[in-house]
C-alpha cells in the first residue's frame, strides 16, 4: 500500500526575500545619490564668497534672486508685488520662520533689500543670504 522508501516530500511555504532586500538595497543607493541633485533649484544664480559660513536648518523658504533682477519663490518665478501674499502664506504655516535669499551677485543691492523688507513684512524672523565658501584672503 505504501513504499517506505519514498521520502515524504515537504512544500516549500516559505518566501525568499533576499532579491528584494537587493532591490530595495539599490534602489536607497540611488535615491542617496540623486536626492540632492534633484533638491537644488535649477534657477542660475551666481553665489557670492564669504570666509565664514553658517550651517543653515533644513525645510526653510528659499527666495532665489537672478542677475537680470527677477524673483523666484522656490521653484516658481514671481513679481514683487506678487510675493507678499504667497510668502506670507508660507511663513504662516512654517515652524522656522527663515526666509534664505539665493542672490546672484550681479543683482543690484536694491532688488535683494526690497526683497529682504519684504519678507521681513510677510512674517519671517530670520532671513539668510546664501553664499559659496571661499578662502582667506591671508591664507592665500
Not at 76 to 94: C, G, H, M, R
Given at each position: 500500500?505504501?513504499?517506505?522508501?519514498?521520502?515524504?516530500?515537504?512544500?516549500?511555504?516559505?518566501?525568499?526575500?533576499?532579491?528584494?532586500?537587493?532591490?530595495?538595497?539599490?534602489?536607497?543607493i540611488i535615491f542617496m545619490?540623486?536626492?540632492?541633485?534633484?533638491?537644488?533649484?535649477?534657477?542660475?544664480?551666481?553665489?557670492?564668497?564669504?570666509?565664514?559660513?553658517?550651517?543653515?536648518?533644513?525645510?526653510?523658504?528659499?527666495?532665489n534672486i537672478t542677475a537680470?533682477?527677477?524673483?523666484?519663490?522656490?521653484?516658481?518665478?514671481?513679481?514683487?508685488?506678487?510675493?507678499?501674499?504667497?510668502?506670507?502664506?508660507?511663513?504662516?504655516?512654517?515652524?522656522?520662520?527663515?526666509?534664505?535669499?539665493?542672490?546672484?551677485?550681479?543683482?543690484?543691492?536694491?532688488?535683494?533689500?526690497?526683497?529682504?523688507?519684504?519678507?521681513?513684512?510677510?512674517?519671517?524672523?530670520?532671513?539668510?543670504?546664501?553664499?559659496?565658501?571661499?578662502?582667506?584672503?591671508?591664507?592665500?
Open positions: 500500500m505504501f513504499d517506505l522508501n519514498v521520502k515524504k516530500r515537504r512544500i516549500f511555504t516559505e518566501i525568499n526575500i533576499t532579491p528584494l532586500t537587493d532591490v530595495a538595497l539599490v534602489l536607497l545619490i540623486t536626492a540632492p541633485m534633484i533638491i537644488q533649484s535649477g534657477i542660475n544664480v551666481k553665489l557670492p564668497g564669504a570666509v565664514s559660513n553658517d550651517v543653515t536648518p533644513e525645510k526653510n523658504i528659499i527666495l537680470d533682477g527677477k524673483v523666484y519663490l522656490g521653484n516658481q518665478e514671481i513679481t514683487l508685488k506678487d510675493l507678499y501674499l504667497p510668502l506670507a502664506a508660507l511663513l504662516a504655516v512654517s515652524q522656522t520662520k527663515i526666509v534664505i535669499i539665493n542672490a546672484d551677485t550681479a543683482v543690484k543691492h536694491g532688488v535683494v533689500i526690497s526683497v529682504m523688507d519684504l519678507a521681513r513684512q510677510a512674517g519671517a524672523v530670520k532671513l539668510f543670504e546664501s553664499t559659496e565658501r571661499k578662502q582667506p584672503e591671508w591664507k592665500k
